[in-house]
């Protein structure tokens, strides 16, 4: 009998197209996958069975009177618990929203039920996104399918971990200074953040919104291809949405995938590497880069100075907008409320009870960077070094055609060994934030395993706003690549997960 949570959301496409499985066989398998592991994974934080199975049974239905379906109907999916959905619950991890059903859905979430892709649940993240690890969630960390004592990186490592246990083929996430990319680095899965405002942020409830972008996630650069199709698009609800026509990626991927680089110009960022990063990173990093070069890829060093300063600016950047962004969580409006005797002290007390330790460390430091007296001197000092990092990267792709990097220095840590530790857990995104305060696109695919330990590194490529089809075209070519080199894809998982087969 075929194992279907193994298939690539494609195969699954093409065989429900064929007629040899339904929707509900499919929505089914997973949600028995979710059923047997996730109490291991902890990957959702809600699971929609009763939708996802009357959503899989519509979609049969139409099928078999022949109704013209979109290409990924009867698919099913994970969403982060960042996107409002109408009717299930949404938290973005935090007690502040526990139990909060929203009256409508936001327009990703939309166009995924438009698309008829069955919705399995909502996956765990850090509270409000705040964090590099899903330690941060309120409701408890998830842990890493590879090694359950590591983690899967983060705000996302719910729906990456959701795709690497096999508990969904595909899942949606949210990308602020890495959370799409650097959870797909340390599962060993494919991730994408989007050219900004190429997918609506209509409905994603804001933690920085000059940073924040929806993405797709899956197993393949393919899949992720054909979500990222289905999400994008412009959006008159969201004023940031771009005006032009959804990338090609699905095709881009698929050319990609005869992994041929000849004449592509690669560019390895000279401050994106080096000291900090784990040996076991930059081996497989050199290895990938030589994969590239032997399939006729041009390889050039390229430097960006102002990088270094990256990643002070973003932890103004980020808490002056997030304090912003959360000062509507109050217990006066809706979630949370912890009476008290005026209306002062109830939302003090609110907010003091309603969210965590790292989301009012944000809050405090946003402040402080807004305050009066001190506004030119942090946050508008942290723009003006956002655009250096905008002109360095400008002037990098006038030698090549995307830049490289590995995506996170390390590979996964244990749960709680830099909990404490807020400027460690900082550094996880060293690689990955320039491109959020650049608004250029970025995508994650597995570059193998580290030699030192057996966990998974990822291969960073970014390119040119608007130009995330290019990411998809060498991203294909390397997944092949890599994938003839290690005899298939990286579908290891714990052991604890293997007997749930």
């Given at each position: 009998?075929?194992?279907w949570?193994?298939?690539t959301?494609?195969?699954?496409?093409?065989?429900l197209?064929?007629?040899?499985?339904?929707?509900?066989?499919l929505?089914q398998?997973?949600?028995?996958?979710i059923?047997?592991?996730?109490?291991?994974?902890?990957?959702?934080?809600?699971?929609?069975?009763?939708g996802?199975?009357e959503?899989?049974?519509?979609?049969?239905?139409?099928?078999?009177?022949?109704?013209s379906?979109?290409?990924?109907a009867?698919?099913?999916?994970?969403?982060?618990?960042?996107?409002?959905?109408?009717?299930?619950?949404?938290t973005?991890?935090s007690?502040?929203?526990?139990?909060?059903?929203?009256?409508?859905?936001?327009?990703?979430?939309?166009?995924?039920?438009?698309a008829?892709?069955?919705?399995?649940?909502?996956?765990?993240?850090d509270?409000?996104?705040?964090?590099?690890?899903?330690?941060?969630?309120?409701?408890?960390?998830t842990?890493?399918?590879?090694?359950?004592d590591?983690?899967?990186?983060?705000?996302?490592?719910?729906?990456?971990?959701?795709l690497?246990?096999?508990?969904?083929?595909?899942?949606i996430?949210?990308?602020?200074?890495?959370?799409?990319?650097?959870?797909?680095?340390?599962?060993?899965?494919?991730g994408?953040?989007?050219?900004?405002?190429g997918?609506?942020?209509?409905?994603?409830?804001?933690?920085?919104?000059?940073?924040?972008?929806?993405?797709?996630?899956?197993r393949t650069?393919?899949?992720?291809?054909?979500?990222?199709?289905?999400?994008?698009?412009h959006?008159?609800h969201?004023?940031?949405?771009?005006?032009?026509?959804?990338?090609?990626?699905?095709?881009?991927?698929?050319?990609?995938?005869?992994?041929d680089?000849?004449?592509?110009r690669?560019?390895v960022?000279?401050?994106?590497?080096?000291?900090?990063?784990?040996?076991?990173?930059?081996?497989?990093?050199?290895?990938?880069?030589?994969?590239?070069?032997?399939?006729?890829?041009e390889?050039?060093?390229?430097?960006?100075?102002?990088?270094?300063?990256?990643?002070?600016a973003y932890?103004?950047?980020l808490?002056?907008?997030?304090s912003?962004?959360?000062?509507?969580f109050?217990?006066?409006?809706?979630?949370?409320?912890?009476?008290?005797?005026?209306?002062?002290?109830t939302?003090?007390?609110?907010?003091?009870?309603?969210?965590?330790?790292?989301?009012?460390?944000?809050?405090?430091?946003?402040?402080?960077?807004?305050?009066?007296?001190y506004?030119?001197?942090?946050?508008?000092?942290?723009?003006?070094?956002?655009?250096?990092?905008?002109?360095?990267?400008?002037?990098?792709?006038?030698?090549?055609?995307?830049?490289?990097?590995?995506?996170?220095?390390?590979?996964p840590?244990?749960?709680?060994?830099?909990?404490?530790?807020?400027?460690?857990m900082?550094?996880?995104?060293?690689?990955?934030?320039?491109?959020?305060?650049?608004?250029?696109p970025?995508?994650?695919?597995?570059?193998?395993l580290a030699?030192?330990?057996?966990?998974?590194?990822?291969?960073?490529l970014?390119?040119?706003?608007h130009?995330?089809?290019?990411?998809?075209r060498?991203?294909?070519?390397?997944?092949?690549?890599?994938?003839?080199?290690?005899?298939?894809?990286?579908?290891?998982?714990?052991p604890?997960?293997e007997?749930?087969?």
């Open positions: 009998m075929t194992d949570t193994r298939a959301a494609a195969q699954m496409a093409d065989s197209a064929a007629g040899e499985v339904t929707s509900v066989a929505t398998a997973h949600l028995d996958r059923a047997a592991v996730d109490g291991d994974v902890h990957a959702f934080l809600h699971v929609n069975t009763e996802a199975l959503t899989a049974s519509g979609v049969d239905a139409d099928r078999a009177a022949g109704v379906l979109p290409r990924l009867g698919v099913p999916i994970g969403i982060k618990d960042v996107l409002v959905t109408q009717g299930l619950p949404t973005a991890g007690r502040i929203l526990e139990g909060w059903l929203p009256p409508y859905d936001a327009t990703v979430t939309r166009k995924v039920r438009e008829r892709m069955p919705i399995l649940g909502k996956t765990n993240m509270e409000f996104a705040m964090g590099s690890s899903t330690e941060h969630s309120a409701y408890g960390p842990h890493n399918p590879w090694d359950l590591r983690i899967p990186g983060g705000s996302g490592g719910g729906s990456a971990a959701a690497a246990a096999f508990e969904a083929p595909l899942t996430g949210s990308d602020t200074g890495g959370s799409i990319r650097q959870p797909a680095a340390v599962t060993a899965t494919v994408v953040k989007p050219t900004y405002g997918v609506s942020r209509y409905g994603a409830i804001a933690l920085a919104s000059s940073l924040d972008q929806l993405g797709p996630c899956g650069v393919l899949d992720t291809a054909m979500l990222h199709e289905v999400m994008g698009g959006d008159p969201d004023a940031t949405s771009l005006r032009e026509p959804v990338p090609g990626a699905v095709a881009a991927a698929l050319e990609g995938a005869s992994g680089l000849t004449g592509v690669i560019g960022v000279t401050e994106l590497g080096g000291e900090g990063y784990q040996d076991g990173v930059r081996q497989r990093f050199e290895e990938a880069l030589d994969a590239a070069r032997g399939a006729g890829a390889i050039v060093e390229v430097s960006c100075p102002s990088f270094v300063y990256a990643l002070a932890y103004l950047i808490p002056a907008e997030a912003s962004n959360l000062a509507k109050d217990g006066v409006r809706f979630g949370l409320r912890v009476e008290r005797e005026t209306i002062e002290r939302m003090a007390a609110t907010r003091a009870q309603g969210f965590g330790d790292e989301v009012k460390r944000r809050i405090i430091l946003g402040t402080y960077a807004l305050s009066a007296g506004y030119d001197a942090y946050y508008g000092s942290a723009q003006k070094v956002r655009t250096l990092i905008q002109r360095d990267f400008a002037a990098a792709f006038e030698a090549a055609d995307v830049l490289v990097s590995p995506t996170a220095p390390t590979t840590f244990k749960i709680g060994e830099r909990i404490d530790d807020p400027l460690a900082y550094l996880n995104d060293v690689a990955t934030i320039p491109a959020n305060l650049a608004g250029i970025g995508m994650s695919i597995p570059a193998g030699p030192e330990d057996g966990l998974p590194v990822g291969f960073q970014l390119a040119p706003a130009e995330d089809a290019r990411l998809y060498v991203g294909g070519a390397l997944e092949s690549l890599l994938n003839a080199t290690w005899g298939g894809p990286l579908t290891s998982v714990a604890e997960l007997v749930a087969r």
